[in-house]
C-alpha cells in the first residue's frame, strides 16, 4: 500500500497566507513565517530567539487567560526597529506544546473590515447630514404628489399611470424612511437580553416572508450567557442581515442560510470615545449563506453608506446595520471563510454582567 506524507509544520507554516509567530514557554520566539518577516521588515535571523517583548510591544491584554485564546481587533502594536502598526491579532495555545503560543498578525489597514473604523464612522456621519435635510425637503412634497396621483386615479381613466406613480413615489418614500434612520443619534438604551427569542422571532420573519422556500439553519451554542443590547436593535439588525442573505443566493442551488451563535473568550476592541483601555466583545452572531459574497473592489466598503454591490441597491442597509450595532457597544464584520468559501457577518456584542 502506497502510504502519502502529507507536509512538514513548517512548510504548513510558511504556506500560510497571514504572519505568524510562534512562541515558547520561555516566551522566546521559536519559529516565524515569510508573511510575518514581511509584514515586521524583521528577517528571520533577527528574531529567533529574541524574547517576545523584544522583538514586539503589544497591547496589554487584560483578556488573555492562561490556556485560553483570545483577539485584539485595531491594535497598536511597535517592532524592535520602532516600525509602528495597526493589525489584528489572534493568539491561541499550541496543542500538546504546554505553554506554547501561537500569534496571528493581519494588517488593519488591509482588513477595514474587521473593526470600527475612523473614516467608516466618519461617512456615516456625513450620511446624517444627508438623510436629515433629504427627509425634510423631499417627504413632505412627496405626499402631496401621492395624494394628486390618488385624486387623478379616482376621475380620470389613467389608472395605469396613476399607479405608476404610486408605487414610484411609495418607492421614493421607503428610501426616506430609510435614511431617516440615521438621523437618530440619541444614545440606544441597552440592557440584559436573552438573544434567543429574538434570533427566533427573526428567522420566522424571513421564512414567512423573503426567505420563503429556502432553509435556514440554527447553529447555537446552548451555554451563550446573557449580552448587552437593545432587542429592537439586534432584531433589525438580523432581520437585515437574513435579508441579504436571501438575496445573495437568489433562486440557484442550495438556498441555505445558517444562523450562528459563540462564545468568543479574549475577542476585545478599543474603547471608543478617546478612553482608554479595551473592551470585550464575546458574545457572537453569525448569519452565514453561500453566496457569491461581495465584489472585491467594495468588500472593504460595505459598511460605507451608499455602497453596493446591485444595481438596485440603495447602499443604506449595511451601513444602517452597522450603526445600529455600534449603538450597542459592538462590532458587525465581513469575510469570506471555509472551503469552499462562504460568506459571514459577525456581530460581537458586550456580555451582561451577571
Request: charged share 25%.
Amino acid at each position: 500500500m502506497l502510504t502519502m506524507r502529507g507536509p512538514e509544520p513548517a512548510e504548513l507554516l510558511a504556506a500560510l497566507p497571514v504572519a505568524v509567530l510562534v512562541v515558547d514557554a520561555e516566551d522566546r520566539i521559536a519559529r516565524v513565517n515569510a508573511e510575518c518577516e514581511t509584514l515586521l521588515n524583521l528577517s528571520e535571523r533577527a528574531m529567533l530567539g529574541q524574547p517576545l517583548g523584544n522583538v514586539l510591544t503589544l497591547p496589554d491584554a487584560e483578556a488573555r487567560r492562561e490556556g485560553h485564546a483570545f483577539a485584539i481587533f485595531d491594535a497598536r502594536v511597535e517592532t524592535m526597529r520602532g516600525t509602528r502598526l495597526r493589525v489584528d491579532l489572534i493568539e491561541a495555545a499550541v496543542v500538546d506544546h504546554p505553554g506554547w503560543r501561537a500569534i496571528t498578525l493581519h494588517h488593519a489597514g488591509a482588513s477595514r473590515r474587521l473593526g470600527v473604523s475612523t473614516d467608516r464612522a466618519a461617512a456615516a456621519r456625513s450620511a446624517v447630514g444627508a438623510a436629515a435635510m433629504l427627509a425634510h425637503e423631499i417627504k413632505n412634497p412627496l405626499s402631496s404628489i401621492r395624494g394628486a396621483a390618488q385624486l387623478i386615479a379616482d376621475g380620470v381613466d389613467v389608472a395605469g399611470l396613476t399607479q405608476l406613480m404610486i408605487a414610484e413615489v411609495d418607492r421614493i418614500t421607503a428610501l426616506i424612511d430609510h435614511m431617516e434612520d440615521f438621523t437618530d443619534t440619541r444614545p440606544r438604551e441597552v440592557a440584559p437580553m436573552n438573544i434567543y427569542p429574538l434570533l427566533a422571532h427573526a428567522r420566522s420573519v424571513a421564512l414567512a416572508g423573503f426567505a420563503r422556500g429556502m432553509t435556514i439553519e440554527e447553529r447555537y451554542d446552548p451555554s451563550l450567557p446573557k449580552a448587552l443590547g437593545n432587542s429592537d436593535s439586534l432584531l433589525q439588525v438580523v432581520v437585515n442581515l437574513l435579508k441579504n442573505a436571501a438575496v445573495a443566493l437568489g433562486e440557484r442551488g442550495e438556498r441555505r442560510i445558517t444562523l450562528a451563535t459563540a462564545y468568543r473568550h479574549g475577542v476585545t476592541v478599543a474603547a471608543g470615545g478617546g478612553a482608554r483601555g479595551r473592551t470585550p466583545l464575546p458574545i457572537e452572531i453569525c448569519v452565514i449563506d453561500s453566496g457569491p459574497g461581495a465584489p472585491a473592489d467594495i468588500a472593504d466598503h460595505l459598511f460605507d453608506p451608499f455602497v453596493s454591490g446591485r444595481p438596485e441597491g440603495k447602499g443604506l442597509g449595511l451601513a444602517l446595520v452597522d450603526k445600529l450595532v455600534r449603538d450597542m457597544g459592538g462590532i458587525v464584520q465581513y469575510s469570506r471563510e471555509g472551503t469552499p468559501h462562504q460568506t459571514v457577518f459577525r456581530i460581537l456584542l458586550p456580555r451582561a454582567r451577571p
